[in-house]
Every structure is written in structure tokens, then in C-alpha cells.
């Protein structure tokens, strides 16, 4: 048998662009997972295992190797199956492309090349793709990807020290030492209760006000799922990011209404029914925005601690 040298099997340096580019492409056919993930987690009958090949859903038939090839097999095909010529969506592809994209911001982002740190980072990542998705699709947000980050939160947090190596609470339970796996948990913990605590209190009120749900209990178990891996002030810088977006992409979305509202108006000529109308449905109708992907948008920023995002709050550094 031969035996290979542990220098020709080794990865290169983190810190190379080499490795960046391999790490960018393991992303790539990450992405193709998580596709498999955004379609099969909500189906009760199916898992991401069962079946094990991936199939068209269209007519049932089994993809071959080459149908798999991320980006690539769907613009050799056009977007379509080979089978049944059934259209495949763009969002596929963009799924493909996103975790590349997210594998490769965190690998730029990653502190002093760790490769543990960086493992931790692109896991999360593509728990907020998936979740991200998944909440456009259904509103609704997979307990895999919440609960799951909520079991997983800890473990990482106790292995990898480092990954609150800058938080508060574990700075204070560290003392003047370095933060080991207890300081570290601690600060888990706290991340944990805050995020979903806050989410869940006002989700309470707000349903107490407009008696009607304010809060999917969804996006609190995201939003303590990600708590546990950005801990106390990246919560509160996450949360700071989800609500400014998702209030520009609101007002959007109810512009948005509001146009179709007033074109449908027109095209039926009831203008006379006027502007107050328009707003009125609008209002109602453009207010039905799933958080959660606001929500992994913050975390995500937060987690890679993009252009400093800290030091431009109120609260940071």
C-alpha cells in the first residue's frame, strides 16, 4: 500500500489565497445542501437523508451526478429537467451561489486565520440561508435550524473559546485571564436569554395590544439560537440591524401594494374609489412580512463583524 506524505495531503494556510479559493468551492456544494435543506426540511414525510438522492420533483426521476453540479447543470440545461422539461428555479442557483459567496466572506473575515473559528462562522451561515429561505417561502422558520443552533450554540461556544473571546460577560468571568470554555459558555448563555427573550417579550406585549400573534415563536428560537453564537452585544447589535432593514423593506412592500392597489383601480375604473383605499389595503396587506430573514441578516453581520459593525453603534467597542 502506498503510503502519501502528510505534506501532499495537507490544506494550505488559511490566511492564503489558495485556501480561499478552496473554501469558496467547498461553499458552492454547500449551497447545493442547503437547497436540499430549504425543500425538504418543511415536508413532514421527507428528511434531508430520505430520500437519499436528490429527484425532480416534477416527475419523480432520480438526478444523475452531472445534474448536480452546482450552477453549472442548470445553466447547461437551461433551467430545466432533463426529464420532463419542467422549469427549475432561479432560486437554486442563487442558493448555490450565496453559500459560496458566505464561505468566502468568512474566510476574509475570519480573526488570525482560525480554522475552527472559521468552520463555526460558515456552519451558521448557512443555517441562516436555509433559514432565510425557508421563512420567504412558508413563514415559518425549521426548528433543524433554530432549535439545532440552539444545541449547537453551547457545544461551540464551550470548544471554541475564542468565539467570545470579546464578549462582555465572559471577559467578566475571566477576569484577567484568558476566556476558556466556561467564561465562554457563560456568555452563550446570556446571548441565548437575551435574544430570545427579548423576541419573546415582545411578541407578548404585542399580542396583548392587537390581539392578534405580533411574533412568530420562530424567529424567537432563531434569534436564541444566534444569540448563543454573537452573545449579549452582538444581540443587541443584531436586533438594532433586522429592525432598520426590515422597516425600509416594509414601507417598500406597502408602496408596493399600494401601486398594484391603484392599478387594479384604474384598469377597473373605480379611481373614484381614491388614494385613502389604496393606503388602507395596502396597510393591511403589505404588513405581512416574515423578520426572520432580517434577523439572519443581523446575526450574520454581527457573527462575521463586518467593517467593524460594532464600533458603529451607540453601545460599541
Not at 425543500?39 to 414525510?45: A, C, K, N, V
Not at 456552519?123 to 422558520?141: K, M, Q
Not at 454573537?230 to 423593506?249: D, E, H, R
Amino acid at each position: 500500500m502506498l503510503l502519501l506524505e502528510p505534506s501532499l495531503i495537507a490544506l494550505p494556510p488559511v490566511e492564503t489565497g489558495l485556501f480561499g479559493a478552496f473554501w469558496t468551492l467547498i461553499g458552492l456544494f454547500v449551497g447545493s445542501f442547503l437547497n436540499v435543506c430549504i425543500h425538504r426540511f418543511p415536508l413532514e414525510d421527507q428528511s434531508v437523508f430520505a430520500p437519499l438522492r436528490s429527484y425532480c420533483p416534477g416527475c419523480g426521476r432520480q438526478l444523475s451526478a452531472m445534474e448536480n453540479l452546482p450552477v453549472l447543470s442548470w445553466l447547461l440545461q437551461r433551467g430545466r429537467c432533463k426529464g420532463c422539461s419542467m422549469w427549475i428555479h432561479w432560486r437554486y442557483p442563487l442558493v448555490e451561489l450565496l453559500g459560496a459567496a458566505a464561505f468566502y466572506v468568512a474566510w476574509r473575515m475570519v480573526p488570525g486565520g482560525d480554522l475552527a473559528i472559521l468552520l463555526i462562522h460558515s456552519v451558521v451561515l448557512s443555517g441562516l440561508i436555509v433559514a432565510t429561505f425557508v421563512d420567504f417561502d412558508r413563514y415559518e422558520i425549521p426548528d433543524q435550524v433554530s432549535i439545532g443552533g440552539m444545541w449547537a450554540a453551547p457545544v461551540a461556544s464551550f470548544l471554541v473559546p475564542a468565539l467570545h473571546s470579546g464578549g462582555p460577560v465572559a471577559q467578566a468571568m475571566a477576569g484577567e485571564a484568558p476566556v476558556d470554555g466556561v467564561a465562554a459558555l457563560c456568555e452563550c448563555f446570556a446571548g441565548m436569554a437575551l435574544g430570545g427573550g427579548f423576541l419573546y417579550c415582545v411578541g407578548w406585549i404585542g399580542t396583548r395590544i392587537y390581539k392578534a400573534e405580533a411574533m412568530g415563536f420562530g424567529d424567537v428560537k432563531l434569534m436564541a439560537a444566534g444569540g448563543g453564537f454573537i452573545g449579549i452585544k452582538g444581540v443587541a447589535a443584531a436586533l438594532i440591524i433586522a429592525v432598520v432593514v426590515a422597516s425600509v423593506f416594509g414601507v417598500l412592500n406597502i408602496l408596493r401594494f399600494y401601486h398594484v392597489v391603484r392599478s387594479r383601480q384604474r384598469r377597473r375604473r373605480l379611481d373614484n374609489r381614491g388614494v385613502a383605499e389604496a393606503i388602507r389595503t395596502a396597510r393591511i396587506v403589505g404588513r405581512y412580512l416574515p423578520f426572520g430573514p432580517y434577523l439572519a441578516l443581523g446575526i450574520g453581520i454581527v457573527l462575521l463583524d463586518w467593517k467593524d459593525v460594532l464600533t458603529l453603534l451607540p453601545f460599541g467597542p
